[in-house]
């Protein structure tokens, strides 16, 4: 079973839950013995500095080097470091090296190592080669051993809360669509996940987002209960004349104070790893709105450093991450492959990055929470999302991220029995992706030039777009290591003086009319640009524009019709028909919000070959309407029962996922409609 059962009542000075004892299995150390022999001789015999006199001789030093790491790791993880992850990083890697080097003094000759360097240098080859092995051999890497050190950290930070009530670990999917972890599933690509369905009584619910699919307007309702005024990833505020984006620190701390209320999921004991806002948790890492309470020293990373063997592994592994990255986009080059996205500069840095150091240290994270026997835990992986982006839906290393997210899913699911108390494991996603070639591909030419064109003597300001992961890992650098983050000049935030401005938020673009610090009716863009709306609506890549006239109200405005939002009547042919039933009603939401841009601009969307395209150079993409962009899923334990009507916002998921937590602990959350929405202030 992934989760555990819940226990049984009990009188309230008896705790019915006992959490599995970790048991000493001497095959396996016997194992890991051997295959930590066999990496240090190989790594011996290709450093020029180093020697080892024999496989015994190896035998010993693995043995002096097991034992060293058990001790010593663990009292560098509990000094208090100024800049945790970049001071943690390089204490353990200076201490894998002096390790071997008392090695090399404690086995009297059986090992010699010429220096430090040829001693940093060897273990890390030598980590490098038992984690081939392991690979080969098929060991995986969830040992007693690094759970037994994650339990004594969370005992020595606190003491464990000891209950048989069930706690909840909430794991994030960033960008899987239901139908893409359909197939996965079905293909072997989530095989953990497929067989908690198959054999231990879980169900997949899908959900349907808004209309900015995309993390930060997700994960607002999900975690806070109200994403209102977020219309999309990036948007522009006319009084102030200032870009917020869901991705920048300072930003996301405002959204999370506008929206804070009593609806935080994480409220009461929470832990928020690896989120863009907290949920109003009290135990955060690696969370952008949380990054200014973060700055000092962490001891969220304790655990990761605890394990000796951790640094120097995901130094390996990020290693191959890169290569794995190059010699995937060689080989789409060299079969021609469309749609092809932009996959050089920093970006193998970037997906080495969020699919081996932010998702170990996020599952070590949520290993130490669990441990500490935390109620409520929510944790996002953004690497399928950020694989996706470049590679494509489904593509093999795209599906190849997703496997090992679901490989670690299964290790989190195993520790669950060592726990202090009983957890079910919900996995969900914020959004999907749809994808085809982007607007710039298909046009030569970028939504901004369209509207250049298509302007009456206007300057337009495009703000560069660029990935959505980028700013959440130098953030993620930021709250670690205790740097502040560095924004970008004026131009990234600061729009006064622009006539226009045109952003992108994957195939859901923002046209901005500076002229006035408020709204502008359909009727005076007319007036104004009398090109502009027309250009727009018959471009064959544009699906639709929101406007709002200053008589009809709401409009959907395609190439050959119109849709009347807020009466539902049809000029023409429906400019919403191809997309979902609830666009309608997702595109009426969103001219509600103070911060609509003056024309909201959707991509088409080709139902038969499921693609549309984005505003910005990413052939997977979300944000907007149009295909599995929307289309995200819940899977959840079945006794967490969903009622019958269709989950539709993120905000129904924020009300779904607390009325869980609270029944699990023997309380009730009121129906959706009968909660308050919260008050955004500004």
Wanted: proline fraction near 5%; charge should be negative.
């Amino acid at each position: 079973m992934p989760v555990s059962a819940r226990a049984p009542a009990a009188p309230a000075s008896e705790v019915a839950w006992r959490e599995e004892r970790i048991r000493f299995r001497p095959f396996h150390m016997l194992r890991t013995w051997i295959i930590s022999a066999i990496g240090l001789l190989v790594a011996a015999w290709i450093v020029p500095g180093a020697q080892i006199n024999g496989f015994l001789a190896a035998l010993l030093v693995a043995a002096v080097i097991a034992a060293l790491n058990a001790v010593l790791p663990p009292l560098i993880a509990a000094v208090r470091l100024p800049l945790t992850l970049v001071f943690g990083f390089l204490a353990i890697l200076v201490l894998d090296a002096l390790m071997l080097l008392a090695a090399d003094a404690i086995t009297d000759g059986r090992m010699s190592v010429d220096g430090f360097w040829w001693a940093l240098l060897a273990a890390f080859l030598a980590s490098a080669v038992t984690l081939v092995i392991e690979v080969v051999a098929g060991v995986d890497d969830d040992s007693e051993f690094s759970y037994r050190v994650v339990q004594r950290i969370a005992r020595r930070t606190g003491s464990p809360v000891r209950t048989d009530e069930p706690g909840i670990v909430f794991l994030e999917i960033d960008g899987l669509a239901l139908p893409v972890l359909r197939r996965a599933m079905r293909d072997g690509n989530a095989p953990h996940m497929a067989r908690w369905v198959a054999e231990d009584g879980y169900a997949l619910t899908g959900w349907e987002t808004d209309l900015s699919s995309q993390t930060g307007a997700s994960q607002a309702g999900i975690l806070l209960g109200s994403n209102v005024d977020i219309p999309a990833f990036r948007w522009v505020e006319k009084e102030t004349a200032t870009v917020l984006t869901c991705s920048a620190p300072a930003d996301c701390a405002e959204l999370e104070r506008r929206h804070a209320s009593d609806r935080g999921l994480l409220l009461d004991g929470g832990a928020s790893r690896g989120n863009l806002l907290s949920g109003q948790a009290d135990h955060v890492i690696l969370t952008v709105s949380r990054i200014e309470a973060e700055k000092r020293a962490n001891p969220g990373y304790r655990t990761f450093f605890a394990n000796g063997f951790n640094v120097t592994r995901v130094l390996v592994l990020f290693g191959w991450e890169v290569m794995l990255e190059w010699l995937a986009a060689l080989r789409a080059i060299r079969r021609d492959v469309r749609p092809r996205g932009h996959r050089g500069g920093v970006y193998p840095f970037l997906r080495a990055a969020m699919c081996v150091v932010v998702r170990d240290l996020i599952v070590q994270a949520v290993l130490t929470d669990m441990m500490a026997g935390r109620p409520a835990i929510y944790a996002t992986f953004s690497s399928y999302d950020e694989v996706a982006h470049h590679s494509g839906l489904e593509r093999a290393d795209t599906l190849e991220a997703l496997r090992k997210l679901d490989h670690q899913f299964g290790r989190i699911a195993r520790a669950t029995r060592y726990a202090p108390r009983p957890y079910e494991i919900v996995v969900l996603s914020d959004h999907g992706q749809t994808q085809g070639a982007t607007f710039k591909q298909r046009n030569g030419i970028g939504l901004d030039d369209l509207v250049r064109q298509s302007l009456e003597a206007a300057d337009v300001a495009s703000l560069a777009s660029g990935d959505e992961h980028d700013r959440a890992v130098g953030t993620a650098f930021g709250e670690a290591t205790g740097r502040p983050v560095k924004e970008k000049k004026r131009a990234k935030s600061d729009v006064s003086g622009e006539d226009v401005v045109v952003l992108a938020s994957g195939n859901l673009g923002l046209v901005y009319l500076m002229d006035e610090p408020r709204r502008l009716t359909r009727e005076e863009i007319d007036a104004r640009h009398p090109r502009l709306l027309a250009a727009l609506a018959a471009h064959p890549h544009v699906g639709w524009l929101l406007v709002r006239s200053s008589t009809h109200g709401a409009l959907a405005i395609g190439a050959e019709g119109v849709r009347h939002l807020e009466s539902g009547a049809v000029e023409g042919v429906d400019p919403l028909a191809r997309f979902s039933p609830n666009a309608a009603r997702h595109l009426l939401r969103t001219d509600g919000f103070s911060n609509v841009a003056d024309v909201m601009v959707g991509s088409f969307y080709d139902p038969d070959l499921d693609e549309g395209c984005a505003f910005e150079e990413l052939i997977s993409f979300h944000g907007g309407l149009g295909g599995p962009q929307t289309e995200a899923f819940i899977l959840h334990p079945a006794r967490l029962t969903v009622a019958d009507e269709p989950v539709v916002g993120a905000e129904a998921v924020n009300t779904l996922l607390r009325k869980w937590r609270s029944s699990l602990n023997g309380g009730a959350v009121p129906d959706a409609e009968n909660l308050p929405t919260p008050e955004v202030t500004r």
